[in-house]
């Protein structure tokens, strides 16, 4: 059986998916790391449409997630996904971190989106550790994809060789091949 899910060893901001998701802060103003790329990117159109999701609900809550247009992205919108702070793992940040990527995957599936791309949520500099975070991320997404028809395809996007390995050994280890 050929996997929906690839490991792709790159910059997100330049795959041609539906949706790229953001490894966003609460406040969906941008930031450093994977969101300060992905806004860089996207150009303003972004920033403006996370502005009108802030008036509409105000603040993205950790494990909450929004979807927006992708601006000058390749992508067709943007999931917006908050991932908790590490505080030592003993404040349901495990759970939080669940719910992320299960929130993203629903509101992907729910506007009919095929294809979507995720960062390693939380690992920047809410210091989540990246093996227990590639860990979620891959039981997560993968029980996910065993139950539901979309996303048909999900790319974990790495942005150096060491965490691409990681997510291509828990891959491996779940008997599911990765084609990049």
């Known amino acids: 059986m050929n996997s ?24 969906l103003m941008g930031g450093g790391g994977v969101d300060g790329a992905i806004h860089r990117a996207a150009g303003p159109a972004l920033l403006e449409a996370c502005k009108v999701v802030r008036q509409q609900q105000g603040e993205c809550a950790p494990g909450q997630a929004v979807i927006t247009l992708a601006g000058d992205l390749p992508a067709k919108a943007v999931i917006h996904t908050v991932g908790p702070v ?9 759970r939080i971190l669940e719910e992320a990527y299960r929130n993203s995957l629903n509101l992907a ?6 294809s979507l791309a995720f960062p390693a949520i939380g690992t920047g500099v809410y210091g989540y ?8 991320a891959v039981n997560t997404v993968s029980d996910y994809l065993t139950r539901k028809p979309l996303p048909e395809r999900v790319y974990f996007v790495c942005y150096d060789e060491e965490n691409a390995r990681l997510y291509k050994r828990l891959l491996t280890q779940r008997g599911q091949e990765t084609d990049a």
């Open 4 to 27: 929906r899910i690839e490991v792709f060893l790159g910059d997100i901001t330049t795959l041609h998916v539906d949706v790229v998701v953001n490894a966003a802060n609460p406040s």
């Open 86 to 94: 590490w505080h030592g793992g003993e404040h349901h940040e495990a």
């Open 109 to 114: 599936a729910a506007n009919g989106y095929h």
């Open 129 to 136: 550790p990246r093996a227990a975070a590639a860990e979620i």
